[in-house]
């Protein structure tokens, strides 16, 4: 069986706080996702937990180093171990973000969004493209949230996102909580948004949690997925079908209960729509 097709259902993000409960519950998850970077400068204790993991369940690769839209060239050693870790766990693909967040050495704790022009399309195409090259399969790009425009936007964020994946020829990770906080921030409509995207590209969809500050929303993956962003998903699943869902949660990691009762909540949408489908 191809190692793709390993994924489906609704994963977990894998989370450090939850190894033992995972090695000693075998707890039923289809699949989880290993924030990679985590892994990289790591020997003992973190790969070992991962190994142990990896041979109960299948595995996607979720990767924050990449800085794809950064000028400076692709960190080749950033690569190397990534392709290490890729050649001994063998992911079912490896995913990282639309975004740059390197400038002269620095790096930001933010992944920032790109400026939607067509320079920038083009630099993101030939970036990915080398990233495919370097690890030897095709990437999984997925959509930041933001909460700032470029005076030089010239298109939408849903438009730059379809040229770019066309053109480098790559997948796409659609992440539905972004796209409601970039909705909400940006005050645009999320669904032409959904209805742009080539449904053949998408592999994989991300749910989480995000936090109100006045008028503006932060994607903190620190709370439940809120009632919009279930609505929002339950129109994505419409389109693109029972896509495979990852539940994130990065801050105020709570008890694997918490998580496993996110990922039904997302499993009674992926079975009502199943049902929809046979009625
Ligand atoms: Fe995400």
Known sequence: MHKQSLIAGVGLGLRSQ???HILSEKPAVPW???LVDNYMGAGGAPLQHLNQIRQDYPMTFH????SLGSSEPLDKNYFKKLKTLQHRFEP???SDHLSWSKIHGQVANDLLPMPYTEESIQHLANRIDQAQELLGQRLVIENVSSYLNYQVDA???????VEVVERADCLILLDINNVYVSAINHGFDPIPYLEAIPTERVVEMHLAGYEEAGEILFDTHGQPVHPPVWDLYETALKRFGNVPTLIEWDSDIPAFAVLAQEARI???YQQELSYAQTA
């Open 18 to 20: 939850h190894y033992s």
């Open 32 to 34: 989880f996702e290993a």
């Open 63 to 66: 990767a924050v180093g990449m």
């Open 92 to 94: 079912a693909w490896v």
């Open 155 to 161: 298109m939408s964020e849903w438009a730059f996102l």
């Open 266 to 268: 997302a499993e009674s």
